[in-house]
């Protein structure tokens, strides 16, 4: 390993030093301004801790053992995990708040942007009105699939990425998408979609009877619909801050899957167009199984594009400003 300033290594890792501070920061003042007395953002569930120190312990692993700069490596991916595990941290409790900040009130202009934008059709009747058991549940895998997808990709990079400056933009990129979409956004365009049209909504339901077909293989083992039985039971808890969150606008699933998309290097000509069908299955999928409109996934690839976009410029312009060491560029 090649000898280096312990002040280049600083100026190196500060953007993501930086972000982390900045996700902490608005986690401490949406939970002081936001959050109402006797809750807290800052709730730790077992579930997230368990599988993000399990998986990423082992990412640490692969680090040390990869990279000749192991040891370097393996505190670096240590602030890494810890921007990640932050950052789901708080996002999953600031969403549980969504309803509470601002009521769910965008899913009937949705509703109408999806027919104006799909002429006059929603968009899931141009797959199937009544889609079969069998693409049901073809459609079902690939969107729990996901969770798999996204931390892989990251994983991935974190392991085999030579450079910090290249890694720490998908590392930003990736929190930020959860943050500023998953969060802010979603809580200004706050909407429940059209699965929950028949718990929120009123009397005027337009996807009552496709939903009414999905919910008929609801014993063929379909993992949406227990799933959106345990959304429903846990908005109905006591409990008001927890990972209970319902947010339609814009898809997190979506946006997260093309964000993998656009960080996969071109040169890696089927790794990429894999990873650009599977976010296509994903956005189908998302209408298909009523999760969201198909504005929400339009929304989530343009918002994800420039959150990349954007990372890559601000981590590019720094990177001219200082002198960074061969060993890690």
């Given amino acids: 390993m090649k000898s280096c300033n312990s002040m280049y290594i600083f100026q190196t890792i500060l953007p ?45 692993a692969f680090g040390v053992v990869w990279k000749e700069d192991g040891y370097s490596r393996f505190f670096f991916n240590i602030l890494f995990i810890v921007v990640i595990y932050v950052t789901l941290l708080l996002y999953g409790t600031e969403k549980s708040l969504i309803e509470y900040v601002n009521g769910y009130k965008w899913d009937f202009f949705l509703y109408e942007v999806d027919l104006f ?42 392991i085999f990425q030579k450079s910090m400056m290249e890694l720490q933009k998908i590392i930003i990129s990736f929190s930020a998408v959860w943050i500023f979409m998953g969060v802010y956004l979603a809580t200004l365009a706050s909407s429940y979609g059209p699965i929950f049209w028949g718990d929120f909504g009123g009397v005027f339901n337009p996807y009552n009877e496709y939903i009414e077909h999905l919910k008929s293989f609801k014993s063929n083992d379909t993992q949406f619909l227990a799933f959106y039985d345990m959304l429903v039971a846990w908005r109905n808890d006591i ?18 899957s093309f964000l993998v998309f656009f960080q996969t290097p071109v040169h890696l000509i089927y790794l990429k167009i894999f990873t650009g069908v599977f976010s296509l299955l994903i956005l189908v999928g998302s209408v298909v199984l009523g999760w969201h409109y198909a504005v929400d996934g339009y929304v989530g690839i343009i918002s994800a594009y420039l959150i990349w976009r954007v990372t890559c410029w601000v981590i590019d312009k720094y990177q001219k400003k200082i002198a960074v060491p061969e060993w890690v560029d």
């Fill in 16 to 60: 993501t030093l930086i972000w982390l501070i900045f996700v902490i920061a608005q986690g401490m003042i949406y939970d002081f301004f936001v959050v109402p007395e006797g809750e807290t953002v800052f709730h730790f569930y077992g579930l997230v801790e368990f599988l993000t120190i399990s998986i990423y312990s082992i990412i640490i």
């Fill in 239 to 256: 409990k008001m801050v927890h990972a209970n969150g319902i947010s339609a606008m814009p898809s997190l699933h979506v946006a997260l």
């Fill in 117 to 158: 934008l799909h002429f006059g059709r929603l968009p899931h009747e141009y797959i199937s009105t009544k889609p079969s058991e069998f693409f049901l549940k073809f459609i079902d895998k690939i969107y729990w699939v996901w969770f798999f997808f996204i931390y892989l990709g990251v994983s991935l990079h974190m």
